[in-house]
T-cell receptor
Framework: QQPVQSPQAVILREGEDAVINCSSS?????VHWYRQKHGEAPVFLMI?????EQKGHEKISASFNEKKQQSSLYLTASQLSYSGTYFC??????????????FGTGTRLKVLA | DTGVSQDPRHKITKRGQNVTFRCDPI?????LYWYRQTLGQGPEFLTY????????KSRLLSDRFSAERPKGSFSTLEIQRTEQGDSAMYLC?????????????FGPGTRLLVL
């Protein structure tokens, strides 16, 4: 039931683009994206709510396709500081009163100079 | 710095000992979460509070784990009779329930090593 992220790992050169996908088996209400550097806590990047809106944050943007139960994170013109592990956090549409926020499997991204 | 603090940042203990961790959330946040994370894995939900009420506890959490949030502000997570398998990063996060885009802000974590 854990959301599956792809790719598992990616290596980029500075300035290159990358796409990270997060796929859930459940209908989603929201998707959150986080970046975590080694030995540090996850840092919130953005949240997408049901409705398919696309959001942007400098050179990092994301989309949410609720029909496909999938979200994608787009990193453009990557910088060295983008290196880290990216996690999606998903909240299902129907929670039945229990906590169902689950993190994805993670994508390790390394940007080389 | 997200405004969520955790103490201690590192803890080394011997198997069988008890340990307690503290989390201070962002002051206006009414929800507080505890997660456990092992190397290469995403955070795994342990429990969460809304104000002082513990609303849910993961079925993965054994009876050796207990958490409190006595006044709806800071929280403590205690692990009794620690085992080597408890070695992990313990993360705390807080959020404001009812906000339009509820976001969890994480603290720096407490890294536990059980010898």
């Amino acid at each position: 039931q854990q959301p599956v992220q792809s790719p598992q790992a990616v290596i980029l050169r500075e300035g290159e683009d990358a796409v990270i996908n997060c796929s859930s088996s459940k209908a989603l209400y929201s998707v959150h994206w986080y970046r975590q550097k080694h030995g540090e806590a996850p840092v919130f990047l953005m949240i997408l709510l049901k409705g398919g809106e696309q959001k942007g944050h400098e050179k990092i943007s994301a989309s949410f396709n609720e029909k496909k139960q999938q979200s994608s994170l787009y990193l453009t013109a990557s910088q060295l500081s983008y290196s880290g592990t990216y996690f999606c956090g998903t909240e299902p549409e129907m929670t039945s009163g229990t906590y169902k926020y689950i993190f994805g499997t993670g994508t390790r991204l390394k940007v080389l100079a | 710095d997200t405004g969520v603090s955790q103490d201690p940042r590192h803890k080394i203990t011997k198997r069988g000992q008890n340990v307690t961790f503290r989390c201070d959330p962002i002051s206006e946040h009414n929800r507080l979460y505890w997660y456990r994370q092992t190397l290469g894995q995403g955070p795994e939900f342990l429990t969460y509070f809304q104000n002082e009420a513990q609303l849910e506890k993961s079925r993965l959490l054994s009876d050796r784990f207990s958490a409190e949030r006595p006044k709806g502000s800071f929280s403590t997570l205690e692990i009794q009779r620690t085992e080597q398998g408890d070695s992990a990063m313990y993360l705390c996060a807080s959020s404001l329930a009812g906000s339009a885009q509820e976001t969890q802000y994480f603290g720096p974590g407490t890294r536990l090593l059980v010898l």
